[in-house]
T-cell receptor, first 111, second 113 residues
Framework: GNSVTQMEGPVTLSEEAFLTINCTYTATGYPSLFWYVQYPGEGLQLLLKATKADDKGSNKGFEATYRKETTSFHLEKGSVQVSDSAVYFCALNTGFQKLVFGTGTRLLVSP | DGGITQSPKYLFRKEGQNVTLSCEQNLNHDAMYWYRQDPGQGLRLIYYSQIVNDFQKGDIAEGYSVSREKKESFPLTVTSAQKNPTAFYLC????????????FGQGTRLTVV
């Protein structure tokens, strides 16, 4: 079946540090891949997405590249801010079906 | 503005009572979903619906029920059979095509008192 594996958190960084959150997936067919962000007490918001191999999704300084050869979709940001502190979820879908989410990675950024 | 609305934001339930969580969307999306989130946990799928008058069980459907009488609405009932209902509940919708993302409501926090 389809599945998503994320690195466990929390990830603790100082402001302006480089961020990487790893995400790998297992899927049949050709999935679309997503990163969502969740701030405390709120629902999830789409951060970025990629729909085919070698696509790069980007938004608000975050980037992720769809790597079919390594089945990965790692999230990166060159310089994190305190306001980036949140929980980040990697997800996939392969059609008119349920989304599959990873377990989430908490990011804590200190001033 | 288009979006997905969950209500109430906070809900308290006595043991043995059923309670219904509301989810409404005006995005004209075909598919709707209910997820449960426990502290420090990921999202677990309760039920989903791809079309009006049809829905399927997710991974943790026991103790829950849903209906989909209208495209816009997908209410979730937490029954007394759900032994540990205290959690954060999230509703989502999407168009249903392969490349589309899900849109989430703000969530309902249910507490059993």
């Amino acid at each position: 079946g389809n599945s998503v594996t994320q690195m466990e958190g929390p990830v603790t960084l100082s402001e302006e540090a480089f961020l990487t959150i790893n995400c790998t997936y297992t899927a049949t067919g050709y999935p679309s891949l997503f990163w969502y962000v969740q701030y405390p007490g709120e629902g999830l918001q789409l951060l970025l997405k990629a729909t085919k191999a070698d696509d790069k999704g980007s938004n608000k300084g975050f980037e992720a590249t769809y790597r079919k050869e390594t089945t990965s979709f790692h999230l990166e940001k060159g310089s994190v801010q305190v306001s980036d502190s949140a929980v980040y979820f990697c997800a996939l879908n392969t059609g008119f079906q349920k989304l599959v989410f990873g377990t989430g990675t908490r990011l804590l950024v200190s001033p | 503005d288009g979006g997905i609305t969950q209500s109430p934001k906070y809900l308290f339930r006595k043991e043995g009572q059923n309670v219904t969580l509301s989810c409404e969307q005006n995005l004209n999306h075909d598919a709707m979903y209910w997820y449960r989130q426990d502290p420090g946990q990921g999202l677990r799928l309760i039920y989903y619906s791809q079309i009006v008058n049809d829905f399927q069980k997710g991974d943790i459907a026991e103790g829950y029920s849903v209906s989909r009488e209208k495209k816009e609405s997908f209410p979730l009932t937490v029954t007394s059979a759900q032994k540990n209902p205290t959690a954060f509940y999230l509703c989502a919708s999407r168009e249903g095509e392969v490349n589309t993302e899900a849109f989430f409501g703000q969530g309902t926090r249910l507490t059993v008192v």
